[in-house]
C-alpha cells in the first residue's frame, strides 16, 4: 500500500514537471501570449496544493480508519498559524503574478491601464471614454469601433483626417455574415460600445475581452501575430442579452497589413474572394 502510494506521488509529479518544460506554442496574440502563461502559472500552484491537501486527507482517513471514540480538535496554534500564513503566501503569489498581466492595456484595457487620449469627437456615436492612441502614433494604429445591438455587430473601421476628426472608411456587419477584419503585426484599438443594453465582446482564442455598454466607450488594444494569418477565430457576445444571446456570434479574420489595405479601399471583392 506504502508503495503505490509513493509510486502515485512519484508519477504525479514527474507529469507536473513535464508539463511545466514542455515548449510554449506560437500564440496568435500578444493578448493571449500574456493570459495564458499566467494561467498555467496557477494552475501548477493549484494542482501543488491540490496533491498536498488530498495527500493530508489520504493519510488522516488511513491513520484514524479504526478509532471508534474520536475526541474533538483541540485548539493548536501552531496549526492555525502555519495556515494562515501559508494561505497569505498563495494570495501573494496570485497577486504578484496577476499584476503584470491585469495591468498591461492588452489585458486590463487602454481606458483603465493608461492617461486616455480621447478622441473627439468619437467615432460615429457622441459617447465619451474613447481612447485613441497617442497623436504621434495615429498613422501606425489601426482604429475600429465595434457596436453591438441586439443580436449583431457592426464594425466601422476608421481613419483619422488632418483635422483631427474620425471618419469611417469601411464598416461590415455580423448580421450580413461579415466578418471583423484585423491586420497582424500591427497595434489594433477597438472601441467597444452598444446602443440599446449591456453585451460583451469575447474572442477566446486571442485573448480579447471587453463590456459593450450603452452610452460609452470601452477601448481594448491588440497586436497579432503571424501565426494568426490567415486564420478566423470566433466571436461571442459574453453578456446575456436576451432571446437572441446565443445567436450573437462574429468572426474575426486576421490578414496581413498588404491584404487589410486590400479590403478597405475594396471590401466587397475581398470578402467575396475569402
Given amino acids: ?31 493571449i501570449g500574456i493570459i ?3 494561467n498555467l502559472e496557477l494552475l501548477y500552484v493549484a494542482a501543488i496544493i491540490a496533491v498536498v491537501v488530498e495527500a493530508i486527507l489520504i493519510y488522516t482517513v488511513v491513520r484514524y480508519r479504526n478509532n471508534d471514540d474520536p475526541k474533538p480538535t483541540q485548539e493548536n496554534r501552531r496549526l492555525e498559524i502555519t495556515w494562515t500564513i501559508t494561505t497569505a503566501i498563495v494570495l501573494l503569489f496570485v497577486g504578484v503574478a496577476a499584476y503584470a498581466a491585469l495591468g498591461s492595456p492588452l489585458v486590463g484595457g487602454v481606458t483603465a491601464a493608461q492617461n486616455p487620449n480621447a478622441v473627439e469627437p468619437a467615432v460615429t456615436h457622441d459617447y465619451p471614454g474613447a481612447v485613441g492612441p497617442p497623436p504621434e502614433r495615429q498613422d ?46 500591427t497595434q489594433v ?36 501575430n ?46 467575396a474572394n475569402q
Fill in 1 to 31: 500500500m506504502k508503495r503505490t502510494r509513493v509510486a502515485g506521488a512519484v508519477a504525479t509529479v514527474l507529469a507536473l514537471l513535464a508539463v511545466a518544460v514542455g515548449p510554449a506554442a506560437a500564440q496568435p496574440s500578444e493578448n
Fill in 189 to 224: 484599438y477597438l472601441h467597444v460600445n452598444s446602443v440599446d443594453w449591456l453585451h460583451a465582446v469575447h474572442v477566446p482564442k486571442l485573448g480579447l475581452k471587453q463590456d459593450a455598454m450603452p452610452g460609452k466607450y470601452n477601448t481594448i488594444t491588440t497586436e497579432l
Fill in 36 to 38: 495564458n502563461p499566467l
Fill in 140 to 185: 501606425e494604429i489601426v482604429e475600429i469601433e465595434v457596436t453591438a445591438q441586439k443580436y449583431y455587430w457592426t464594425f466601422n473601421y476608421t481613419e483619422t483626417m488632418e483635422n483631427g476628426n474620425v471618419s469611417t472608411m469601411v464598416s461590415t456587419s455580423s448580421s450580413s455574415g461579415e466578418p471583423l477584419v484585423l491586420p497582424a503585426n
Fill in 226 to 271: 503571424d501565426e494568426a494569418i490567415g486564420n478566423s477565430y470566433q466571436l461571442y457576445c459574453a453578456e446575456y442579452c436576451g432571446v437572441g444571446h446565443s445567436a450573437m456570434l462574429g468572426e474575426v479574420l486576421v490578414v496581413s497589413q498588404e491584404d487589410y489595405e486590400e479590403f478597405t479601399e475594396n471590401p466587397d471583392e475581398f470578402l
